[in-house]
């Protein structure tokens, strides 16, 4: 089957990502989920780390697959999405598909970016979620320094122009009740991204914790489906296409 690279978003862990890497190795894939730079760790480890660091983090764990798989799905959630975009454009010739999940072009006012991710989270996990999780979540983001929030939005900044240049498949997956990331962000991504062969799948109930929240298994169904059509490249045309579940 296939290799899989899932990068999970701004002040979060591999566990955002979590029910999608468990699909996906259920399916017989070989699934990588590494942490970002600065990520996981204290706040003074944040506080040394740029929007640079983060790509450069993940550029190392996809150059390791690369020279042994040759091809790669990679996959992002929220800020991982715009990690993901910008090495598909970089390493076009080996990215057999890339998937943006809750991928933020446009978000809410800065200022209350942190209390919203709060609430997203709490919200989004209240249905099985796991309290110890819930806490984690709550105090990463009470512990992420503003320096931080800079450098997201200078990744946004410089990954939107770049949205353009995105010629390998793309699935792009948006909760309609996001509360941290604007639905048109989806919209935009696959408007503008200059392949042929590309979907947009807006779900109607999902809020920003897509891979967790009430349409879980709906995306992830879509998520393997798309990659397993890449994959197996038997009985899936090349489309543009929007869908809302």
């Given at each position: 089957?296939g290799?899989?690279?899932?990068?999970h978003?701004?002040?979060?862990?591999?566990?955002?990502?979590?029910?999608?890497?468990?699909a996906?190795?259920?399916q017989?894939?070989?699934v990588?989920t590494p942490t970002?730079?600065?990520?996981?760790?204290?706040?003074?480890?944040?506080?040394?780390?740029s929007?640079?660091?983060?790509i450069?983090?993940?550029?190392?764990?996809?150059?390791?697959?690369?020279?042994?798989?040759?091809?790669?799905?990679?996959?992002?959630?929220s800020?991982?999405?715009?990690i993901?975009?910008?090495?598909?454009?970089?390493y076009?010739?080996?990215?057999?598909?890339?998937?943006?999940?809750?991928?933020?072009?446009?978000t809410?006012?800065?200022?209350?970016?942190?209390?919203?991710?709060?609430?997203?989270?709490?919200?989004?996990?209240?249905s099985?979620?796991?309290?110890?999780?819930?806490?984690?979540y709550?105090?990463?983001?009470k512990?992420?320094p503003?320096?931080?929030?800079?450098?997201?939005?200078?990744?946004?900044?410089?990954?939107k122009?770049?949205?353009?240049?995105?010629?390998?498949?793309?699935?792009?997956v948006?909760?309609?009740?996001?509360?941290?990331?604007?639905?048109?962000?989806?919209?935009?991504?696959?408007?503008?991204?200059?392949?042929?062969?590309?979907q947009?799948?807006?779900?109607?109930?999902?809020?920003?914790?897509?891979?967790?929240?009430?349409?879980?298994?709906?995306?992830?169904?879509?998520?393997?489906?798309?990659?397993?059509?890449?994959?197996?490249?038997?009985?899936y045309?090349?489309?543009d296409?929007?869908?809302t579940?």
């Amino acid at each position: 089957m296939g290799v899989c690279l899932l990068i999970h978003g701004f002040t979060g862990s591999p566990y955002e990502v979590e029910p999608l890497a468990d699909a996906l190795r259920a399916q017989g894939h070989l699934v990588v989920t590494p942490t970002l730079a600065g990520h996981g760790g204290s706040r003074d480890q944040m506080m040394g780390v740029s929007w640079r660091d983060w790509i450069v983090s993940v550029e190392k764990v996809l150059l390791e697959l690369i020279a042994e798989h040759q091809r790669v799905h990679i996959v992002g959630f929220s800020m991982g999405g715009l990690i993901a975009a910008y090495l598909a454009i970089q390493y076009r010739d080996h990215i057999q598909s890339l998937t943006m999940m809750s991928s933020p072009i446009y978000t809410i006012n800065p200022k209350q970016l942190f209390r919203t991710i709060a609430e997203a989270i709490q919200v989004s996990m209240r249905s099985g979620g796991r309290q110890e999780d819930v806490a984690r979540y709550l105090a990463k983001v009470k512990g992420t320094p503003v320096r931080s929030v800079r450098h997201f939005r200078r990744l946004v900044q410089t990954v939107k122009p770049l949205i353009e240049q995105i010629e390998v498949p793309l699935l792009v997956v948006q909760g309609e009740k996001d509360d941290l990331v604007e639905a048109r962000s989806a919209a935009y991504i696959h408007d503008q991204a200059r392949c042929s062969d590309k979907q947009l799948h807006f779900f109607s109930e999902s809020r920003h914790m897509i891979c967790h929240d009430c349409q879980a298994d709906v995306v992830l169904s879509v998520v393997t489906e798309f990659i397993a059509g890449k994959e197996s490249g038997d009985g899936y045309e090349q489309r543009d296409e929007s869908i809302t579940s």
